[in-house]
């Protein structure tokens, strides 16, 4: 099944076997929601809200107060700026403040170009940067639902920081593990399309690499095969699709080079605003992006090493 | 009903026309006053603990107000409670226990919400009463949540500060368009820490919450227009009552930057003097003082 059928899927089943409720804007609008939302559109566990995003957003996390399941959709991940604010100060918090768990699932769905300055991108770090929740960014449909299962059997807040590339995906997106690696990728979300196009390019380069996906962002899941690369690679270079300042990439970084002595690397948007034509548009970083900075990396580490 | 500064100066002068004649029983007067004096009491020995450096946390005292939750309760039984700062009234009115507010304001772990919400985050399910986040206002879209998904009644409370965020004006229009058994009440002391809402806005809480169909009425603090205008409005909800208060003390802390603009305490025992209610009021009152001193008195720290 595609990544978008799995999440329609299971969205469905909540709904009818968990008495779930599934909140947002224009869910039932043409598309449904890229094909993530199960065509119920006179079912009332499906809420439509009004277009007023920082009420919406609170009005979810009422909702999941009451003890029911809730998935909270945002259809653009760039307006989190407005539907934070109770998500992280609320949810995220009142099981450490009250001992009562909120457990709202909130997907928050990327776009990857062509939709300008605000929506662009995506902006996991921003949830992250909060205590309480889990934050997650899964590409597969199997990657999916193991984040729905573990919500449903938790009593946390999660975070699917989403990308509307994952929906027609319709095979798991494994890890590269090379013998000798020269260079290790380590890529989070639509980040990930790129980083696995860009190993064919080393293929013709003859340079070993390896490329990992991270989907566990809060709490950070690293395996030990991952670590065990960055230790033998001469560069590692974490990929995202937001921006490297305070980003989760940088975080991911930080932590490999605690467990691993080694320099690692961070890959994301240009430090500027997007724009909407081709010439202004800020993206995911490109396999030859990607391809680019590591052969310049491995360059410099070349001289030195010399 | 005129401007929010006419409103006031009514209540002030005197002159403000009662819309609701609500005949309490002898029973049901003794029964507010008793919360009424309790609440007051309490917040007394509450600054006294501020002054005492007993309290070290930001505190937020609901003198001039503590009986608006006394009459609300009067009428409103089985609610899901969302309140923001301020609402040490509420918490007792709803039948919360004391001593357990009383350990959250000093910090400690047997306090309502564990000594981790202090004044501003009351939060006790015993009572039906939810936890505030300290993001002002947010109660309220969120209180729309739980009526929304539970289908039970709620009420939600906020200042005419709060009242102004986007999203609680966002929370009234959903309200409205899903027909939610919520109610919405707004403290109206007339300020924003010390800015006054005529500074703030050029319009009214009650016209703009009518206009997405939420039932609104604006009334004066009296117990009988506040139970009045809750007995109408709790059956047609949702809806929205605008309560003048006159705020006893500071935003937050102990302090006074004077006399409060009415004082409905002594406006209420004075319309009982010469009856027979007279005694019996002063004896709760001196009965109820003593309960909140002794509750103090026995705190672990």
Redesign the interface.
């Known amino acids: 099944m595609k990544t978008a059928e799995v999440i329609s899927t299971l969205t469905e089943e909540l709904i009818r076997n968990h008495k779930g ?1 599934v909140l947002g804007q224009c869910l039932t609008a043409v598309g449904w929601v890229g094909g993530t939302v199960p065509k119920l559109p006179e079912d009332p566990g499906l ?1 439509e ?2 277009m ?1 995003d ?3 957003g ?9 003890g ?1 399941r ?1 998935i909270y959709i945002v259809r653009y991940q760039g307006f989190m700026w407005y539907n934070a ?2 998500v992280v ?2 949810a995220a ?2 099981k ?5 768990p909120c457990p709202i699932l909130v997907r928050g769905i990327a776009m990857d170009g062509s939709i300008g300055p605000v929506a662009s991108g995506v902006s996991h770090a921003m949830i992250a940067r909060m205590p309480g929740i889990v934050v997650t960014a899964p590409m597969s449909g199997s990657e999916w639902e193991q984040v729905y299962n573990w919500w449903l059997n938790h009593d946390d807040p999660v975070y699917i920081s989403e990308s509307r590339r994952s929906f027609e995906l319709d095979e798991g997106m494994g890890n590269t593990i090379s013998d000798n690696p020269v260079a290790t990728l380590i890529a989070v979300g639509a980040a990930r399309i790129s980083a696995e196009e860009t190993l064919a390019l080393f293929k013709t380069d003859s340079i070993n690499v390896s490329n990992f996906g991270v989907v566990w962002l809060k709490p950070l899941a690293l395996s030990s095969e991952l670590i065990e690369s960055v230790r033998q690679s001469k560069v590692s270079v974490v990929v995202d699709s937001d921006y490297e300042s305070c980003s989760m990439a940088t975080t991911i970084a930080h932590k490999l080079q605690q467990l691993t002595g080694r320099r690692v690397d961070v890959l994301g948007l240009e430090e500027r605003s997007a724009g909407f034509s081709r010439e202004s548009d800020n993206t995911t970083p490109s396999s030859s992006t990607i391809h680019n900075y590591v052969l310049k990396r491995l360059e410099t580490e070349n001289m030195v090493n010399k | 009903m005129g401007s929010n500064r006419d409103i006031r100066e009514k209540i002030q002068n005197g002159s403000y026309q009662n819309q609701y004649h609500e005949e309490l029983s002898d029973r049901e007067i003794t029964s507010i006053w008793r919360k009424w004096v309790f609440n007051q009491a309490f917040e007394s020995q509450v600054a006294k603990a501020i002054q005492d450096k007993r309290i070290y946390v930001p505190s937020y005292l609901s003198m001039g107000s503590e009986h608006v939750p006394a009459s609300l309760f009067h009428v409103l039984k089985g609610y899901h409670l969302f309140a923001q700062h301020r609402a040490h009234s509420y918490y007792l009115s709803l039948g919360g226990s004391p001593d357990r507010l009383r350990d959250e304001l000093l910090g400690l772990e047997t306090g309502c ?2 000594g ?2 202090g004044s501003a ?1 009351i ?1 006790d ?1 015993a009572i039906r009463m ?2 505030h ?3 002002m206002g ?1 109660q ?11 289908g039970e009644k709620t009420i939600t409370v906020m200042g005419d500060a709060s009242g102004e965020e ?3 004006l ?2 009234f ?2 309200a409205a ?1 899903k027909k939610l058994p919520i109610l919405f009440v707004c403290e109206d002391n007339d300020f924003s820490i010390l800015t006054k809402v005529e500074t703030r806005r050029s319009w009214s809480i009650t016209d703009v919450a009518e206009s997405f169909g939420v039932a609104s009425r604006e009334v004066d603090d009296s117990p009988g227009e506040i139970i009045g205008a809750t007995k109408e409005l709790s059956v047609r909800l949702p809806a929205l009552i605008n309560i003048n208060i006159a705020r006893g003390g500071w935003h937050a802390g102990y302090g006074t930057d004077g006399p409060p603009e009415w004082n409905r305490m002594e406006r209420f025992k004075s319309s009982y003097l010469g009856t027979q209610l007279e005694s019996e009021l002063s004896e709760i009152e001196e009965e109820e003082r003593d309960r909140a001193s002794n509750i103090w008195n026995s705190a672990a720290v």
């Open positions: 409720l809420i809200l009004s007023a920082v009420a919406g609170s009005i979810a996390v009422g909702a999941a107060l009451s029911r809730v604010a109770s100060n609320y918090k009142s450490d403040m009250w001992g009562i | 919400a564990r981790r919400g985050s939060h399910p939810w936890g986040s300290g993001l947010d309220v879209p969120i209180a729309v949540g739980m009526c929304l998904a539970s986007d999203y609680v966002a929370a229009g959903f368009t």
